[in-house]
């Protein structure tokens, strides 16, 4: 369980930062502001602008992948059903 927790914790975090780019992207097109102001704010604010926001987004990815994956787990060993 402790090896599963970490691990847990560990793919919420990789996955965060990987998606988070995008997510930001997305969320900036969504106000309505086009890839124009994305393109103006990478060179005003550098690349970490893509990453405002990573730490509160990790921290709730991790939470639900801490819960999430030793569920998965338990509900795969107790169905009886082998790892892929």
């Not at 990987?18 to 997305?26: H, L, N, Q």
């Not at 102001?37 to 921290?59: D, H, I, S």
Request: hydrophobic share 50%; charged share 15%; glycine share 10%.
């Amino acid at each position: 369980p402790a090896l599963h927790f970490f691990c847990a914790l560990a793919s919420g975090v990789i996955a965060q930062t990987v998606v988070m780019p995008i997510d930001t992207i997305k969320s900036q097109m969504m106000l309505g502001d086009g890839f124009r102001t994305v393109g103006e704010r990478l060179k005003r604010n550098g690349v970490f602008w893509l990453y405002r926001g990573w730490a509160p987004a990790c921290a709730g990815q991790g939470m639900i992948m801490v819960l999430q994956m030793p569920l998965i787990e338990e509900f795969r060993r107790l169905l009886g059903v082998e790892a892929i």
